[in-house]
Nanobody, 121 residues
Framework: QVQLVESGGGSVQAGGSLRLSCTISQYTDRTNFMGWFRQVSGKEREGVATISTTFGGTLYGDSVKGRFTISQDKSKHTVYLQMNSLLPEDTAMYYC??????????????RGQGTQVTVSS
């Protein structure tokens, strides 16, 4: 069974940076895309970034373009989310997800337990 393990969340002041990591237990034909979505309690999920595990292409949510960068190290089965110039509105629970579509917030087949990111002003 595919498992995702996240790390790297925490608290930071506005303008700061954090890096999230997500390690997948195994790649399958249903994990062609990996990435992150986030959710604030009481609000809908928001796609943050997705990477193609086969071709390396990337897709970003409009609110994070130019500030966040997703990358992968397939030898380590790990995807990274480098978050720079963080804003208070980036505060959320961040979930690593994997699936067979670009849009993971609503279509992911697998997801991690979530890691909290809190940005103070």
């Amino acid at each position: 069974q595919v498992q995702l393990v996240e790390s790297g969340g925490g608290s930071v002041q506005a303008g700061g940076s954090l890096r999230l990591s997500c390690t997948i237990s195994q790649y399958t034909d249903r994990t062609n895309f990996m990435g992150w979505f986030r959710q604030v309690s009481g609000k809908e999920r928001e796609g943050v970034a997705t990477i193609s595990t086969t071709f390396g292409g990337t897709l970003y949510g409009d609110s994070v373009k130019g500030r966040f960068t997703i990358s992968q190290d397939k030898s380590k089965h790990t995807v990274y989310l480098q978050m720079n110039s963080l804003l208070p509105e980036d505060t959320a629970m961040y979930y690593c997800a994997a699936g067979d579509m670009w849009e993971l917030a609503s279509t992911s087949r697998y997801r991690g337990q979530g890691t909290q990111v809190t940005v103070s002003s």
